[in-house]
């Protein structure tokens, strides 16, 4: 069974920094590119970053965040520093096994606020 579970979420105050994980399992992690998503309230989803045979960010996480994986553990980081309040959002994991296959955690909940 294909599974994505997501931890490391809270609440931080503006400008502090939070690492999300996303442990994977039921699939071969190291050869599929892994994207972490966020939905704000009120708002669509949107791709935060992707990691695959390189790296890609959101123009608005651009130099506070990174993403990172680690083979071994199966499991893909999301590093957030300087954190603002709209980044405040539910963070999500996602791989894409197949065209028509994509997985989805349950979501890790992200609130920056004072």
């Known amino acids: 069974q294909v599974q994505l579970v997501e931890s490391g979420g809270g609440l931080v105050q503006p400008g502090g920094s939070l690492r999300l994980s996303c442990a994977a399992s039921?699939?071969?992690?190291?050869?599929?590119?892994m994207t972490w998503y966020r939905q704000a309230p009120g708002k669509e989803r949107e791709l935060v970053a992707f990691?695959?045979?390189?790296?890609n960010y959101a123009d608005s996480v651009k130099g506070r965040f990174t993403i990172s994986r680690n083979n071994v553990k199966n499991t893909v980081y999301l590093q957030m520093n300087s954190l603002k309040p709209e980044d405040t959002a539910v963070y999500y994991c996602n791989v894409k096994l197949l065209p028509n296959r994509e997985v989805w955690g349950q979501g890790t909940l992200v609130t920056v606020s004072s």
């Open positions: 990691i695959g045979g390189s790296t």
């Open positions: 039921g699939f071969a992690f190291n050869r599929y590119a």
